[in-house]
């Protein structure tokens, strides 16, 4: 069991993202910045790594289960696994705001928002038909059904093809970043996120864009070096969360 109690020393550390005014020490500059995005993610993951690693790799772990599956394995996976995504996050805003990662709350939370949560889900699967399309730019489109069927036999595209294709799905989902945190925590519909999405990416689109490059690079790595997903899945979801903690602070000033 994974133990959701901060030690008196993390605590400090956590201030900031537990709060859930999110109000910085200093005023905050009218735009958002991926620096500090990325050090408020680093400051969440560091306050209790082996809890938030945990809730991290919990969809690549259901993902890659799904992916077992002969023939339609892969297809299914893309389609569910945006379901344990946002398990995930429900599960850090909980330990966030709450001092635990609730579980079963979490997963009552996702299923409440089922409806609005398809739509994203159907987006997601149309950034996985995008990759495909890349996997046959890049090697014709034997290549693209290889990727559908997860034919491993009949895939031969080179490390650093994947790689591009990894990329490509991570550079494009990043502009959505912010969809699902106003649907899951926020309430909202599926077309009002959208639209509260598209005006949080256009008012801070220089961090977006820093953000979609580092993490198309990190998920590159990864074919080169598998390991670094330990890296990538936590720091990833924590991102994402002070990301979307971060402009909420603003919306509210």
């Excluded at 009552?108 to 089922?114: A, C, F, K, N, Y």
């Excluded at 994203?120 to 069927?149: D, K, M, N, R, Y």
Aim: proline share 6%; net charge positive.
């Amino acid at each position: 069991m994974v133990d959701c109690h901060l030690k008196p020393d993390e605590d400090a550390r956590m201030d900031r993202l537990a709060d859930t005014r999110f109000i910085p020490v200093s005023p905050a500059p009218a735009r958002a910045s991926a620096y500090g995005w990325l050090r408020d993610a680093v400051r969440l993951w560091r306050a209790h790594p082996f809890g938030v690693t945990g809730v991290a790799v919990v969809p690549i772990v259901f993902e890659l289960l799904f992916q077992l599956v002969p023939g339609v394995g892969i297809v299914a996976s893309k389609l569910l696994t945006p379901l344990a995504t946002a398990w995930s996050f429900a599960a850090l805003d909980a330990r966030v705001r709450r001092g635990a990662y609730a579980p079963g709350a979490s997963a009552g939370l996702v299923l409440s928002r089922w409806k609005p949560l398809l739509g994203l889900i159907a987006l997601s699967f149309g950034l996985f038909c995008v990759q495909c399309a890349v996997a046959a730019w890049l090697g014709g489109p034997a290549q693209a059904v290889a990727l559908v069927t997860g034919d491993l036999a009949a895939f031969t595209l080179g490390r650093a093809e994947i790689a591009v294709v990894f990329a490509s799905g991570a550079l494009l989902g990043t502009p959505l970043m912010f969809a699902l945190p106003r649907v899951l925590l926020d309430g909202l519909g599926l077309r009002a996120a959208l639209l509260d999405n598209l005006r949080l990416v256009r008012r801070h689109v220089h961090a977006v864009i820093a953000i979609g490059l580092v993490t198309a690079g990190a998920v590159a790595s990864v074919v080169y070096a598998p390991w670094v997903m330990l890296i990538i899945l936590p720091l990833g979801l924590c991102t994402g969360y002070a990301a979307y903690r971060d402009v909420d602070r603003r919306d509210a000033r």
